[in-house]
């Protein structure tokens, strides 16, 4: 993983865990804010954006909780987080991403990507 650099982002959401783990879960649910379209055949997920494809294992999942994903292109043990936190206090909900750059890739570009991603979830969710 030296080859990697790990960054994590959290977003803020007014929806129930169950709801946004459905979003965050399912080939549908992904399929209205994370890529254009996306299929799965048991742990294998393909993501379609455009003329992209990508392919994914889903490594592991926690109902209501967590989802990850490990991309079959990466050579090292690289994945993809998203995980759903619930203050014990407020009930405030909020979207842990857990995500790895190449190095010498834009750190900013990559941000960039997932604040827009989660902007759609949020505009799906009617979650401002």
């Known amino acids: 993983m030296q080859n990697y650099t790990k960054y994590e982002l959290e977003y803020p959401f007014h929806a ?3 709801l946004l783990y459905q979003y ?4 549908s649910g ?3 804010w994370f ?3 996306v ?3 048991g742990e294998l997920y393909t993501f379609i954006w455009e003329d992209t494809q ?3 294992h889903l490594i592991r999942k926690r109902v209501d909780e967590l989802v990850k994903f490990r991309w079959l292109h990466h050579t090292d043990e690289c ?3 998203m ?3 619930v203050d014990e206090l407020t009930q405030d909900v909020s979207l842990l991403i857990t995500d790895f750059i190449r190095n010498g890739e834009n750190l900013e570009e990559a941000k960039l990507f997932w604040n827009n991603q989660i902007t759609d979830l949020k505009h799906v969710l009617g979650s401002y």
């Open 24 to 27: 965050i879960s399912t080939p």
């Open 83 to 85: 995980r759903i936190m």
């Open 30 to 32: 992904l399929s209205e």
């Open 79 to 81: 994945f993809f987080e």
């Open 54 to 56: 990508e392919q994914a």
């Open 39 to 41: 299929n799965s055949r």
């Open 35 to 37: 890529a254009d379209n």
């Open 16 to 18: 129930s865990p169950q």
